[in-house]
């Protein structure tokens, strides 16, 4: 379902039309395949915002690093649209939620495509600092204006 930017409807319907599902023990409600977009939030810069976990970070930290292959890709070709990155499962960490981020620029903005696997409501503000922070980057690094944040998730969730 396409939410477009609005996230309290996406919040709603999670309460209201969620499936409940056990995973390790532990209840969920969930939606499935879920898109929904954020618009580039420089107050979320500002904020401090505490991982929910340690894995958390350590995903932030990889995501930022990829920026400098990406600006090496739009160095080469404004245009491209090869400049991805794809988080892999390979090391001991549990988290790694966010599969894939794609960026790319047209008509003089940055434009990101985040892929999850699963995003927990409980990170939804981590997440978007995140996403936030690599737009920052992007666009500095690039003279582009920020542009649209796509979120693709196969499954958004909360504990209940």
Aim: aromatic content about 14%; charged content about 25%.
């Amino acid at each position: 379902m396409d939410y477009n930017f609005d996230i309290a409807r996406l919040k709603s319907d999670l309460d209201k039309k969620g499936i409940q599902v056990t995973i390790e023990n532990v209840r969920y409600k969930e939606l499935c395949n879920v898109v929904y977009r954020l618009r580039f939030n420089e107050e979320l810069l500002k904020q401090h915002i505490e991982p929910p976990h340690t894995e958390d970070a350590y995903e932030r930290m990889d995501l930022l690093s990829s920026v400098s292959e990406m600006l090496t890709l739009f160095k080469v070709d404004t245009n491209s649209r090869r400049a991805v990155f794809c988080n892999t499962y390979l090391n001991s960490q549990r988290g790694k939620c966010i599969s894939l981020v794609h960026a790319f620029l047209r008509h003089g903005s940055v434009f990101i495509n985040e892929y999850y696997r699963s995003q927990c409501l409980d990170n939804f503000e981590y997440d978007w600092q995140t996403a936030t922070m690599i737009m920052a980057k992007l666009s500095f690094f690039t003279f582009a204006n920020p542009g649209v944040i796509t979120v693709f998730c196969a499954n958004f969730h909360k504990k209940i």
